[in-house]
């Protein structure tokens, strides 16, 4: 996982971008005591489960945080840790205890939340949709981006596509939500950068400006 935060909240630094990759102290409690200190936008980069949609409960969808399995909460352990859901997000400690707080007092969402993980704005799939990026809404977020479907990754398109190593296409899809989200009008700004890539993928571009990635990305504001 890795992640941004703004204003009252520091990223722990590290010396090399594998680090961010590595670390182990990310987990659901750093996330919480950073958000409750007032952070101005929060950028997350990293796995993101879906919900089936034959079982109908979106709010199953999961961020995969450094939570170790033995951490309570509502969702399943899976491979040495455990997932932070949708459902976590929104009920909180409330049914795990008596004195139990909700989701929004937990995890408080700051106006402008990225969510950028295979599905993480799945929601509209299910009858009743409450996923991730809903849940950050009910949390305070005023506009969220998520993603769709799941998400080629650079190495990906490398492999398969036959791209050069020098051609990130998930990078520069990350970097323009980034940089979306610091704008005054975020969604003028990376429909801009999504119309960009429609038209060079019209004008004959390769694989790196397809729908893949950019058609993924929609964003929802309140």
């Known amino acids: 996982m890795q992640g941004r935060l703004d204003a009252g909240a520091v990223v722990p630094s590290v010396s090399t971008p594998v680090e961010a990759f590595r670390r182990t ?3 659901r409690d750093w996330l919480s005591d950073v958000l409750r ?3 101005r936008r929060l950028l997350y980069v990293g796995h993101v489960s ?6 109908g409960q979106s709010e199953d969808g999961t961020l995969h945080l450094c939570c ?14 455990r997932p932070l859901s949708a ?6 400690t409330l049914p795990l205890r008596a004195d139990g707080e909700p989701g929004a007092g937990l995890w408080p969402a700051p106006p402008r939340v990225a969510l950028i993980g295979c599905e993480s704005g799945g929601d509209l799939r299910f ?3 409450f996923g991730l990026a809903t849940a950050m809404i009910h949390n305070g977020a005023e506009l969220v981006t998520a993603t769709r479907w799941v998400l080629p990754t650079n190495f ?10 020098s051609v990130r296409p998930l990078t520069e899809a990350i970097v323009a939500v980034d940089t979306a989200h610091e704008d005054p ?10 119309r960009d890539r429609l038209d060079r993928w019209r004008a004959g571009g390769g694989i790196e400006h397809s729908p893949l990635l950019w058609a993924a990305i929609p964003s929802i504001v309140v």
Do not use: I, M
């Open 156 to 165: 990906a398109f490398h492999q398969l596509a036959g791209l050069p190593k």
């Open 25 to 27: 102290d990310l987990d």
């Open 37 to 39: 200190k007032g952070a």
């Open 185 to 194: 009008d975020p969604v003028e700004r990376l429909g801009r950068w999504q």
């Open 50 to 55: 879906g919900a089936p949609v034959e079982g």
């Open 68 to 81: 170790d399995p033995g951490t309570a909460d509502l969702a399943d352990p899976v491979r040495g840790h």
């Open 87 to 92: 459902k976590d997000l929104l009920l909180g």
């Open 127 to 129: 009858a009743e949709s």
